[in-house]
């Protein structure tokens, strides 16, 4: 027997590899996990209504009209005076809408518009202010000469002669003149309220004559007819 047969009985078959073979290892088994997959889910429905929520937030918006420069009442609106802004909708407010844009302007300011105010119904007027056969008297009120409430636009009050230095009344007629407010502000320099009153054109020289001397005062009436 030949050398060579002597050891391949001595070493047995070829030992078998899996790079002889081509075998494959197959890939481990991957383990879920609930928790994970719970949470994956849940950050998902966050992140929608995130989303949803700026959308909303980004459309629910109104296009409205808003003073460019301060507007002084009385002076006419012009083009240049107001712009379009987008404000978010409020059921509070009820300003103009942009659509107005034309209709506004040309009007006159039926009060003190500030820079970026919002116009609303009640912002203009047709007619020039004061109206034709009437007029504005400013008084300057101390806080003993006028009702510890605020007065409004279109109250009605009534600017009362009060006694002089000598203690009596003047006796001219009337004594007292029919007005209506048309706004008020703290003199801060004085602490006095000022109170600009509509009355008529004949009235005006008279009331304005009184209210220089201080001696009057004003009632606040009923604005019922």
């Known amino acids: 027997m030949s050398t060579t047969a002597r050891e391949d009985r001595r070493t ?7 790079e002889t073979t081509g075998a494959i290892t197959p890939p481990p088994k991957l383990r879920r996990r609930p928790a ?3 949470a994956a889910v849940i950050v998902t429905a966050l992140g929608c209504l995130l989303g949803a929520w700026a959308w909303s937030a980004t459309t ?9 420069d301060t507007v002084r009442r009385g002076d006419v609106i012009e ?8 404000i978010s909708g409020d059921p509070a407010l ?11 302007v040309g009007r006159r300011a039926a009060l003190d518009i500030a820079a970026g105010g919002l116009l609303t119904s009640e912002s203009t007027a047709d007619e020039p202010i004061p109206p034709q056969g009437q007029s ?5 009120l101390t806080p003993a000469q006028v009702p510890g409430m605020p007065l409004h636009g279109s109250d009605k009050v009534r600017i009362i002669v009060t006694p002089g230095d000598n203690g009596e009344a003047p006796v001219s007629s009337p ?5 209506e407010v048309v706004d008020t502000y703290l003199d801060e320099t004085t602490g006095n309220t000022v109170v600009n009153v509509l009355v008529p054109y ?3 020289g008279i009331l304005a004559a009184r209210a220089a001397t201080g001696n009057v005062a004003l009632v606040l009436d009923s604005g019922a007819e």
Do not use: N
Request: hydrophobic fraction near 45%; charged fraction near 20%; proline fraction near 10%.
């Open 79 to 86: 083009a240049d005076d107001i712009q379009r802004i987008r």
């Open 12 to 18: 047995g078959p070829p030992t078998v590899t899996p």
């Open 136 to 140: 504005i008297v400013g008084i300057s």
């Open 175 to 179: 004594q007292f003149t029919v007005a």
């Open 94 to 104: 009820s300003p103009l809408p942009a659509s107005a844009y034309d209709d506004i």
């Open 60 to 68: 629910d918006t109104q296009e409205v009209l808003a003073a460019r």
């Open 36 to 38: 994970l997959v719970v």
């Open 202 to 204: 004949a009235d005006a």
